[in-house]
């Protein structure tokens, strides 16, 4: 089973950006179709953005369309989140997931491996 380990999180502005890495170890990266979901403080977990084995199929959160750009390189295990034109309501803690075979999902549940989170806070 592959494991997932995010960077790329800090303290920013609004308006700049920011790209998130999570890398996978221990398992075939390309049969894991992966997400980004986020947790802002006193709040849920919330889906952001997902895309498929093969980075064919990618989906995003209304609020993040045309800021965010998911993307993977199955070589290097690796699937990114560029952030452009940070808000503050961008603030939370953002979590990696990888979803074993299927289409990509925007459901907590359909994922059964999570990284521990790198925090991106944005300051107006």
Not at 69 to 80: F, L, M, Q
Not at 103 to 110: A, G, Y
Request: hydrophobic residues 30%; contains cysteine.
């Amino acid at each position: 089973q592959v494991q997932l380990v995010e960077s790329g999180g800090g303290l920013v502005q609004a308006g700049d950006s920011l790209r998130l890495s999570c890398v996978g170890s221990g398992g075939t990266f390309s049969n894991y179709a992966m997400a980004w979901f986020r947790q802002a403080p006193g709040k849920g977990r919330e889906f952001v953005s997902a895309i498929s084995r093969f980075g064919v199929d990618t989906d995003y959160v209304g609020s993040v369309k045309g800021r965010f750009t998911i993307s993977r390189d199955n070589a290097k295990k690796t699937v990114y989140l560029q952030m452009n034109s940070l808000t503050p309501e961008d603030t939370a803690n953002y979590y990696c997931a990888a979803k074993l075979y299927g289409s990509p999902s925007n459901r907590e549940s359909d994922f059964s491996t999570w990284g521990q989170g790198t925090q991106v806070s944005v300051s107006s």
